[in-house]
């Protein structure tokens, strides 16, 4: 199989943080081909448009969880590795992916981390994916990127359904919040510097409680806004 050497990226508003221009230009110098797709592209909002959970994310200020079924929307689409913009690359990435149809990498021991994530178009996992957010994260509780992932690919063993890589966490997520001192193991290959902009949307009911009744979500809600 033909490797896919693109890299994608997605930012979702107006402005962007500093560190997402520091890693776009660092990926820029080190020569790799890349998009930064925005929510001016006709086919992002074809995509948003038509799932019904990216859309009312969209209309709630959850950016964060847009992008999460974009990535794999547009891996979908053109295949490649999608890279959040709070990531830099320290060796290249590519030769892990030979012969690979889906590679991701752990963000701590036990969960997977989809601030990288490698596809072919046609991978089985990808497409498996992408119809949990367009048909069936509604009946489920699961709405974290990375729990999704780790369910779908550890719990459901879907990491055995085709040629698949995991990877440790030194490779993708060295970088663990370090206070003051952090030094990159050999083997890392990319760098997240996981900023969570997620954490301070408002939104979060909705993801907390999409899956239950209306006493439930009754529930979820009082429990959330009544919160000091």
Same mark, same amino acid.
């Given at each position: 199989?033909?490797?896919i050497?693109?890299?994608h990226a997605?930012?979702?508003?107006k402005k ?18 890349f ?6 592209d006709?086919?992002?909002q ?10 009312t994310c969209?209309d ?10 974009l ?10 590795l999608y890279?959040?913009?709070d990531?830099?690359?320290q060796?290249?990435p590519?030769?892990?992916f ?6 991701v ?5 036990t969960m997977?981390?989809?601030? #990288?994530?490698?596809?072919?178009p ?18 489920s509780?699961?709405y ?16 055995? #359904?085709? #040629? ?6 030194e ?12 030094d ?9 510097w996981f900023?969570?902009s997620w ?9 907390? #409680? ?19």
């Open positions: 199989m033909q490797m050497k693109k890299i997605i930012w979702l508003g962007m943080p500093p560190l997402a221009f520091v890693c776009i230009d660092d990926w820029h110098k080190q020569g790799y081909d998009k930064l797709w925005t929510d001016e006709p086919l992002i074809q995509w948003i448009a038509a799932c019904p959970f990216a859309k969209l709630k200020g959850l950016f964060a969880f847009v992008t999460d079924y990535r794999l929307k547009i891996l979908q689409h053109e295949g490649g890279l959040d913009v990531v830099t690359i060796q290249d590519f030769p892990l030979e012969n690979c149809k889906f590679a990498g752990y963000e701590s021991e997977l981390g989809t601030a #990288s994530i490698y596809a072919d046609d991978s089985v996992i990808l497409n498996r994916l992408v119809h949990f957010y367009e048909k069936d994260i509604y009946q509780p699961l974290m990127g990375p729990e999704i992932m780790t369910d779908f690919l550890i719990g459901q063993k879907l990491h055995q #359904s085709e #040629s698949c890589q995991l990877y440790p966490v490779y993708f997520y060295n970088y663990q919040g370090e206070p003051m001192h952090f990159k193991p050999d083997n890392a290959y990319l760098t997240h900023q969570h954490k301070k949307s408002k939104g979060l009911v909705f993801l907390k #409680s999409k899956h239950m009744g209306l006493l439930g979500k009754f529930y979820v809600w009082q429990k959330y806004c009544f919160k000091k």
